[in-house]
T-cell receptor, first 113, second 113 residues
Framework: NAGVTQTPKFQVLKTGQSMTLQCAQD?????MSWYRQDPGMGLRLIHY???????DQGEVPNGYNVSRSTTEDFPLRLLSAAPSQTSVYFC????????????FGPGTRLTVL | QQQVKQSPQSLIVQKGGISIINCAYE??????FPWYQQFPGKGPALLIA?????SEKKEGRFTISFNKSAKQFSLHIMDSQPGDSATYFC????????????FGTGTRLTVIP
């Protein structure tokens, strides 16, 4: 049972480039979320999904897209990277219709030059 | 606007001492208050959580105190150990059907041997 996995671990992009951060979980959780973590800001919710085919915006969704075609995978797409998107990104999943016990992945550290 | 305010930003405690981290919130719809622990290079992990129907919850050396009227809650770590050195985040959510977990800005705890 690998839990929540994220790839890549590190990534450097140039302004304007696009990329996809991958997230997968093998716990059959319905709920998945993406957060970004910035110094002095804590974690902020970007997008979340309550099941396959269903996604919604969180607190800071601008510049990011998500899709949920399977229960296991929840990729986060940066369409045109900006330096303001330099951050550590965490994917999380939880089993029920509440936010109880979110399980976090190890994170992706993204730098946009 | 920060939905959950956390203090202090950093904390240094002697081994065996008590570590206290405080959080405050404004939204009276919040009804779930977890604390997450994060070690460097890792994702956050749930440490302990409380719902507002109780004023205190204890798990081993970790205790949450909850004051509903003051809209405040705190984490107490008794007999602090060097292995407790980590960043601690408080968080809050409400049963709105959305997967929104609002985090505090974090407290970096260092326990000196």
């Amino acid at each position: 049972n690998a839990g929540v996995t994220q790839t890549p671990k590190f990534q450097v992009l140039k302004t304007g480039q696009s990329m996809t951060l991958q997230c997968a979980q093998d716990m059959n959780h319905e709920y998945m979320s993406w957060y970004r973590q910035d110094p002095g800001m804590g974690l902020r919710l970007i997008h979340y999904s309550v099941g396959a085919g269903i996604t919604d915006q969180g607190e800071v969704p601008n510049g990011y897209n998500v899709s949920r075609s399977t229960t296991e995978d929840f990729p986060l797409r940066l369409l045109s990277a900006a330096p303001s998107q330099t951050s550590v990104y965490f994917c999380a999943s939880n089993p029920t219709g509440t936010t109880d016990t979110q399980y976090f992945g190890p994170g992706t550290r993204l730098t946009v030059l | 606007q920060q939905q959950v305010k956390q203090s202090p930003q950093s904390l240094i405690v002697q081994k065996g001492g008590i570590s206290i981290i405080n959080c405050a919130y404004e939204n009276t719809a919040f009804d779930y208050f977890p604390w997450y622990q994060q070690f460097p290079g890792k994702g956050p992990a749930l440490l302990i959580a409380i719902r507002p129907d109780v004023s205190e919850k204890k798990e081993g050396r970790f205790t949450i105190s909850f004051n509903k009227s003051a809209k405040q809650f705190s984490l107490h770590i008794m007999d602090s150990q060097p292995g407790d050195s980590a960043t601690y985040f408080c968080a809050a959510s409400g049963q709105t059907g959305a997967n929104n977990l609002f985090f505090g800005t974090g407290t970096r705890l260092t326990v000196i041997p």
